[in-house]
């Protein structure tokens, strides 16, 4: 199985501040990555998929880079419904494997 | 706006078959691959496999033939079956569409416990 790694595990970030996680996969996976935020007792959502397309209705202020095995979640302007925990996960070989997450918590 | 449920048993014991079902509102399962991913403190997120809504299941290794998964499209229901349970299979399970390039609509996860 391809293995994901999140850097940092948990951050604390303030309300409009710049946000940047880091994702590495253990193989080129292309631009197989999504990006996924979950909030206690809710459904996670998508972010981003294939590393730098937004999903309809995800606001501007996220955004995705990377290819081959290294990838970037970059939050801009982080607002206080922000404050969630982020996965990433690779899709380019099965099974799917997601990254361990990163908190992302008010300063 | 698409919803996803999943329900059943949420107390096990060790050896018996776990059952959820995901009930789907929203859209028609036509044309998707509908998944199930679990969430354990020790393993993290986990995908148990997916099933396009005609059928051609795929699951991951890692669960050993025990995992198996169907889909009716008439009820717009998906099912997770694992046997042989054991307390590793203690988890958060999520029912989701999608998988195969990524996943956009996930379900409230539903918490199975095993325990004797």
């Known amino acids: 199985d391809i293995q994901m790694t999140q850097s940092p595990s948990t951050l604390s970030a303030s309300v409009g501040g710049r946000v940047t996680i880091t994702c590495r996969a253990s193989?080129?996976?292309?631009?197989?990555l999504n990006w996924y935020q979950h909030k206690p007792g809710k459904a996670p959502e998508v972010l981003i998929y294939t590393a730098s397309t937004l999903q309809s209705g995800v606001p501007s202020r996220f955004s995705g880079s990377g290819s081959g095995t290294d990838f970037t979640l970059t939050i801009d302007s982080l607002q206080p419904e922000d404050f969630a925990t982020y996965y990433c996960?690779?899709?380019?070989?099965?099974?799917?494997?997601f990254g361990p997450g990163t908190k992302v918590d008010i300063k | 706006q698409v919803q996803l449920q999943a329900s059943g048993p949420g107390l096990l014991k060790p050896s018996e078959t776990l059952s959820l079902i995901c009930s789907v509102s929203?859209?028609?399962?036509?044309?998707?691959?509908w998944s199930w991913v679990r969430q354990s403190p020790e393993k993290g997120l986990e995908s148990l496999g997916y099933?396009?809504?005609?059928?051609?299941?795929k699951y991951n290794p890692s669960l050993e033939g025990r995992v198996t998964m169907s889909v009716d499209t008439s009820k717009k229901q998906f099912s997770l079956k694992v046997t042989s349970v054991t307390a590793a299979d203690t988890a958060v399970y999520f029912c989701?569409?999608?998988?195969?390039?990524?996943?956009?609509?996930w379900s409230q996860g539903t918490l199975v416990t095993v325990s004797s």
């Open positions: 996960q690779q899709c380019s070989s099965f099974p799917p494997t």
């Open positions: 193989q080129n996976i292309y631009t197989y």
């Open positions: 099933i396009y809504y005609s059928g051609s299941p």
């Open positions: 929203g859209d028609s399962m036509s044309g998707y691959y």
């Open positions: 989701v569409r999608g998988m195969t390039t990524h996943i956009d609509y």
